[in-house]
């Protein structure tokens, strides 16, 4: 099986439930860059951490979910569904960093190590992502928890960079004003 077949050769696509949109639908745009959020931490994997590779792979895993979720506008019972057990997780995740991390007590400047600015890079995306699946919400009917989803990755991706960021000795430049 050849992995071009010409369909979207003039700009529309199939959501999951066959039908044919544009590839500008804010539906596309949504899960589209839930994919992208997927790629970036592909990016930034090995991190050299295996409790935070676990914790990313994990999330590709998820954001694979979410991006079914998104491109279904009538999902059925046995479809794939981002739910709070996935929230749950991430926040898990969140608990675990801050709990080695000292206190955070100023806005952080995205970079440092590789590894910990790939996941600032890899956050931004994520709080786009959230965007776009909250511009799709107001037109329409969507599973509200990938909202939450998403907002709590982008939390978890800024607090796995900064324990990336202090495992590494890599200190947190603050903004100046």
Known sequence: MTIYTGRGDE??????????????????????????????????????YDDVDSALRDAQNHL???????????????????????????????????DELDPLTHFVLPGGSDAGASLHHARSVARRAERRAVALAEHEAINETVVVYLNRLSDALFTLARLLNARDGVPEDEPTY
């Open 11 to 48: 700009g529309r696509t199939d959501l999951r439930g066959a039908e044919r949109v544009s590839k500008t639908n804010p539906r596309i745009e949504a899960y589209g860059t839930v994919d992208e959020v997927n790629s970036l931490l592909g990016v930034a994997l090995p991190t050299g």
């Open 64 to 98: 694979h979910v979410a991006q079914a979720d998104l491109a279904n506008p009538e999902p059925a019972d046995d479809d794939p569904r981002i739910t709070e057990s996935h929230v749950e997780t991430v926040e898990g995740w969140i608990d675990d960093a801050d």
